[in-house]
């Protein structure tokens, strides 16, 4: 069993926490708002023993943590959203510390092949002019980002795919809804519509801990999770 330290505690942290030993981790340290604050808790002493992080923070903490973390020499699995501007950054962090670090938008296993089936249908009606998009997405209400990085995601990659036209997007944040994301393509003749609705956070847990199973091996280099989650594809 390889040793894990979960930064972050909040309801990912604590749905990560009992499913760790099925992917060989045991969570041997909890950091929270109340042990770590202003990374207080990020220290040698802490870590000593720890294989790898899981991060599940707030978007103002996120790099911070991450920047702390790798000068440990800790790979990170980052689940916190909101921070996209900073990769450039982030990405230099891991590098000169000559450590590792995976991050996702999403880590839903069915959210990146939803991703995948989005890009190939953008591939597709690049050169159907008749049809217009969109991108729409509902989580709830106390999602700090919004847009999600998930839709910002699904968009990007429908413009990487070639398409090159308006991309209307619109978010919803409402109740306890833990998420659902549609893509659509609609012309006077016909729509379709592409979706993905999450029932739980538990897809989310399962694929940060199939990161970190991957990571602690690995244990350096920047990844997105899409990129290791199809390696063999």
Not at 4 to 19: E, N, R
Not at 99 to 119: E, H, M, Q
Not at 168 to 196: K, M, N, Q, V
Request: hydrophobic share 40%; with cysteine; net charge neutral.
């Amino acid at each position: 069993m390889h040793k894990l330290a979960l930064v972050g505690y909040g309801k990912m942290g604590k749905m990560i926490d009992p499913l760790g030993a099925e992917y060989g981790l045991e969570t041997a340290l909890r950091l929270d708002e109340y042990n770590n604050e202003n990374g207080c808790g990020l220290t040698a002493e802490n870590f000593q023993g720890i294989d790898i992080a899981i991060e599940f923070s707030t978007p103002s903490t996120v790099v911070d943590n991450i920047r702390r973390l790798v000068k440990l020499g800790v790979p990170v699995v980052v689940g916190t959203t909101g921070w996209a501007e900073h990769l450039d950054k982030v990405g230099k962090l891991v590098e000169d510390a000559g450590c590792g670090l995976v991050w996702s938008p999403n880590f839903s296993i069915g959210v990146n092949v939803f991703a995948r089936l989005v890009s190939e249908a953008a591939r597709l009606m690049a050169a159907e002019p008749a049809y217009g998009a969109w991108a729409w997405e509902i989580h709830h209400s106390t999602k700090k980002d919004a847009p999600s990085g998930t839709l910002h995601m699904l968009v990007e990659q429908m413009k990487a795919a070639g398409y090159a036209r308006a991309i209307d997007a619109a978010s919803s944040r409402a109740g306890a809804h833990p998420g659902t994301h549609e893509i659509g393509f609609d012309s006077s003749a016909d729509t379709i519509t592409l979706r993905h609705s999450a029932r739980s956070r538990e897809g989310f847990a399962r694929g940060a801990l199939k990161a970190a199973q991957w990571l602690v091996k690995k244990r350096t280099g920047f990844y997105e999770f899409r990129d290791i989650l199809f390696l063999d594809v």
